[in-house]
């Protein structure tokens, strides 16, 4: 539903907003603020986008048609705390662990059902604890724009906690004489779920997933940062307080990611910033940014000819095997650019992560590196494609992305279309459906052929929005 809102919020702003409020109203949530995943399974969750969808369609709507609705954001606001408290509490020890969170069969183990292996005891989550960030960040927008600034200032706190956790697990021990679970695995160089046996052994999940990319999403600029020093002392005091803290081996630089000059402006009181400096705020730093966009920008991995795969393309012929014990036995996770088969079908076997590629993961990517680019500037550049020999700031990188996906929908010269693949000679006899392309739910990894569900409006329908974004950059997108 998040996805359908930022959509609307182009055409009909009212109508979004109306849709994000409705999902709060007492009768209609739960009263502990809790939003399942599905109609058949309360237990389980989906990724927490309600602020994050509060706050898009506030930009979107002030971006558009030059108006500031605060008070949609002041009465989004109380929904959005009892959920927010809510998602919190399902940490342990500030790890969100024990649930799909939307990537059906994306891991080797079932992430809903640890409790069923029986020598499995918790998995701590990468997108989980990444997730909770996400909306902390959220949350630290709308309260700073309805001048909230304890309630911006505990959720930055929030945030950094994640963060802290997400780089290197530094809370208390489950119990005395449990490794401390570190989901950024050095070998793999990207971030793995961790599962913990009931002998208290750790151990990684290994194969570099979608899952590794969702601490990228936790991103944000905070502009003109002398204005906002002066606007919300108490906000800078928390940020200041906690980087001095946490000095010690330079985990406040780790938690935080600030680069110098935010640093100094932040803790330095004989430091005055200049109106141009930004804040930055974000999980994944320069460096391991920087390495894992290797990857995601590498045809051999992630970047396909029409956006990212959910799982790198090396898993298939090096599959990754994860042994989970006794009567489970040793489980697979192999590339397949298609629908799921055999061990890898999980909830029903409908949907496949384990390798096809949703759009809802590539607009958040595409998103968080203009975001990125705010950040770094245009000085931060990367190779794109990956061994191409061809630089490009993130903004640039981004913009490649969405001309990808974008060619998922395009005709070619002979009137077909990547999406319907060897469907094409149906769609074409009427021009009903040859002028009107299908949202399908997910595609295939290699060809871009829509797959699953054909009308799936929310995240696919966002294809609208970069459409958008590469009308600002060039004049030719035929759709």
């Known amino acids: 539903m998040a996805f359908h809102l930022i959509l609307f919020a182009h055409v009909d702003p009212e109508f979004a907003k109306e849709q994000s409020l409705l999902l709060f109203r007492p009768g209609i949530v739960h009263p502990t603020g809790s939003i399942p995943a599905y109609e058949w399974g309360f237990e389980d969750f989906s990724p927490p986008l309600a602020a994050w969808a509060a706050w898009k369609i506030f930009e979107t709507e002030k971006s558009l048609y030059g108006v500031e609705d605060r008070e949609f954001l002041r009465r ?6 009892r959920f927010y408290t ?4 399902q940490a342990d020890h500030r790890v969100i662990g024990g649930s799909f969170l939307g990537l059906d069969n994306i891991s080797p183990v079932n992430r809903s059902k640890i409790h069923e292996y029986p020598d499995l005891d918790a998995i701590y989550q990468v997108d989980g604890t990444a ?15 309805l001048e909230m600034e304890e309630f911006a200032a505990q959720a930055f706190t929030n945030f950094a906690f994640r963060s802290q956790a997400v780089n290197n697990f530094d809370g208390a021990l489950p119990r005395p004489g449990f490794e401390r679970p570190h989901m950024y695995d050095a070998d793999m160089e990207w ?4 599962v913990r046996f009931k002998d208290g052994s750790m151990r990684s999940t290994k194969g570099r997933t979608v899952v590794g990319l969702i601490p990228l999403f936790a991103v944000e600029c905070l502009q003109d940062l002398d204005s906002l020093c002066s606007k919300y002392p108490l906000f800078f005091e928390t940020i200041s307080k906690f980087i001095e803290s946490n000095r010690r081996g330079q985990i406040a630089e780790k938690v935080v990611n600030m680069n110098t000059t935010e640093l100094r402006c932040t803790v330095d009181p004989d430091h005055t910033p200049s109106p141009k400096e930004d804040l930055g705020l974000f999980i994944v730093d320069e460096d391991r940014l920087r390495t894992i966009l290797e990857y995601v920008l590498d045809p051999d991995h992630f970047l396909s000819e029409y956006g990212i795969r959910s799982v790198s393309k090396d898993l298939e012929k090096n599959p990754v095997y994860f042994d989970c014990g006794k009567g489970v036995g040793t489980k697979e996770l192999r590339y397949l650019p298609r629908e799921s088969y055999g061990d890898a079908k999980m909830f029903g076997g409908n949907s496949s992560w384990r390798g096809s590629q949703w759009f809802c993961i590539t607009y958040f990517l595409i998103s968080s590196l203009l975001k990125y680019h705010e950040v770094f500037t245009p000085s931060f550049t990367v190779e794109c494609p990956t061994g191409s020999g061809v630089a490009m700031n993130l903004k640039q990188v981004a913009l490649e992305l969405s ?6 929908f395009e005709t070619k010269t002979d009137g077909s279309r990547p999406v319907y693949g060897d469907r094409n000679s149906f769609y074409n006899r009427n021009p009903r459906f040859s002028k009107r392309p299908l949202f399908y739910e997910y595609f295939d990894g290699d060809r871009g052929i829509g797959i699953g569900a054909s009308h799936q409006t929310g995240w696919t329908g966002l294809v ?5 974004r590469i009308a600002h950059e060039e004049s030719s997108c035929r759709i």
Do not use: K, Q
């Open 191 to 194: 971030y793995c779920d961790v």
């Open 86 to 89: 809510w998602f919190l509490n």
């Open 131 to 145: 997730w909770a960030a996400v909306m902390s960040l959220a949350m630290v927008r709308i309260s700073l724009e």
């Open 76 to 81: 989004s606001l109380p929904g959005l705390n």
């Open 464 to 468: 609208a929005d970069l459409i958008a």
């Open 403 to 408: 001309r990808r996906f974008v060619r998922t």
